[in-house]
């Protein structure tokens, strides 16, 4: 029995190319299914793999294109201002950051402050509380001590 063609690692690359576009993770197995389908062989193990491995690693040629084709700029000059304009972008949005955490700094120590505050009023309310209990107890001990004596002064 004859053995099938050996297929140019270029075809391989290829299939490889188009099954990317269709499926989201490319596995060995399906690259070798594909080729039995389209082919009537899997190829090598070890050069399969190899190949898949090296299309991955290496960026593919259509994503060059289609980045190309998308409006990027492709000019040094071009790509040196956008670089600029990112930069600036993110030194405002760490200034906005830094501004926002010494905001939030700011409103914790005030609540934190205000809450000891608080802690501090509770126990001055209990002691308040405690001490017109006590000067309740002695007015109505004074009432009852001044009608003693008004009621002596009248029977007496």
Known sequence: ????????????????????????????TLLREE?????????????IYRLLQRAITDPAPSVA??????????????LREELQRAL??????????????ARWARE?????EQVQGLSGASRRLRVIEADL???SRELAAAYRRIADLEERALSG
């Open 1 to 28: 029995m004859a053995r099938p063609p050996r297929l140019a690692d270029s075809q391989v690359l290829e299939l490889i190319d188009d099954l990317r576009g269709r499926h989201a993770r490319l596995t060995g």
């Open 35 to 47: 080729l039995r389908r389209r082919h009537g062989t899997p190829g090598g193990v070890s050069r």
């Open 65 to 78: 294109v289609a980045v190309a084709e998308a409006g990027r700029p492709t000019d040094v000059a071009q």
């Open 88 to 101: 600036h972008r993110a030194e405002l949005a760490e200034h906005r950051e830094e501004h926002h955490q």
């Open 108 to 112: 914790i120590h005030e609540l934190r």
């Open 133 to 135: 209990l006590d000067r």
